[in-house]
């Protein structure tokens, strides 16, 4: 078991910028770290699963030990099988607080020793979620502060689209 290594799971439909600092500062602390996509999320996606790991994997290209995979069921599963046990979430303040820990809480139960590390959104990225960029792209709104550059473009077309 590697103890250097950790999955950040969660939807990234479509990853913001809230999520990359997430990912680059676990990814300064662990040796390797694992983004996974989950697709059968309840709510239909904005995003298809290709698109959601392929941004990321774009907007992660400088960073070596960064992974995206896709994965369906259970986090804990997709922890056990790939032999992970540091989970690792963003919390934006309190409100995200009381569902983390009990999540945290559900997938200790489901496997025993499987951690959950916390990493606070900075200030300026902590008004930043994935659902505000759907609102505001739907709306025309600026996504520049909220989405990463490179793929700034392929968000605002992916609503142009619909
Ligand atoms: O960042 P998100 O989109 O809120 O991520 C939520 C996610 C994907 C981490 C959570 O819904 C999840 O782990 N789903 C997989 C199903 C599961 O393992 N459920 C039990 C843990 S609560």
């Known amino acids: 078991m590697s ?3 950790c999955l950040y799971p969660g939807s990234f439909d479509p990853v913001t910028n809230g999520h990359l600092d997430i ?48 994965f369906s069921g259970l986090t804990a599963e997709l922890c ?3 032999d992970i046990r540091v989970l ?20 200790a139960l489901l496997l025993p020793g499987l951690e959950t590390v916390y990493f606070g959104a900075k200030g300026e990225l902590e008004a930043v979620s994935s659902s ?11 996504l520049t502060p909220f989405v990463p550059g490179e793929i700034l473009e ?3 077309a992916g609503f142009r689209k619909e």
């Open 3 to 5: 103890k250097g290594a």
């Open 23 to 70: 990912i680059r500062r676990a990814a300064a602390v662990f040796d390797r770290v694992v983004v996974g996509v989950l697709v059968n999320a309840d709510k239909r996606p904005s995003f298809t699963m290709e698109e959601r790991v392929g941004m990321i994997r774009t907007v992660c290209r400088d960073l070596p030990n960064v992974e995206a995979v896709p």
């Open 80 to 82: 056990r099988k790939l």
């Open 88 to 107: 690792v979430r963003g919390v934006r303040g309190a409100a995200d607080l009381d569902a983390e820990l009990r999540m945290a809480r559900v997938n």
């Open 132 to 142: 505000l960029v759907r609102e505001l792209a739907a709306l025309g709104g600026d």
């Open 154 to 156: 392929q968000v605002r």
